[in-house]
């Protein structure tokens, strides 16, 4: 059951940075007045939360490997959503990656702990689960930075 989780996590997650990705090619801007989100950034974010919590939770007491695209996944997450538009500054396009309270090179650096955690996690399944809760962790918090509270 918990391999079933961990996989639809995953995928979550991965749906939720193609979501992102779109929004930052511009597939949908925040609304006309500030605060507005693009539509269905209002429900996409918080389930996205919800998943990494969930995926901490579960991967903390894995030592399966089919934990290994967890921290992968909410790293593209991590990535494609610091390059969205920030609904804070609508009805202007400013992006989070705007002068915003996060570095690139943060983020960055963040998304490389989480490439290296998946192999780790890959190779060496044992260390690999709380390593992943690890940079989970991590993860959403620099989102929370990223996003700087808006």
Known sequence: MRRRVLLA???LLLAGAVFELALALGAAKPGPQPGDDAVGEAIVAPVLAAAILVGV???AGTRDRVAAGLAPAAGLVLV????????????TLRRYS??????PSAVFAVFALTAVTGLVAFRWPRVGGPLTAFALCVCGF???????GH
């Open 9 to 11: 996590v995953t995928a």
């Open 57 to 59: 939770v579960l991967a």
């Open 80 to 91: 494609a959503g610091y390059y969205t538009y920030d609904p804070y500054y609508a009805p």
């Open 98 to 103: 705007d002068g915003g309270a996060a570095a």
């Open 142 to 148: 620099t989102a929370l930075i990223a996003g700087d």
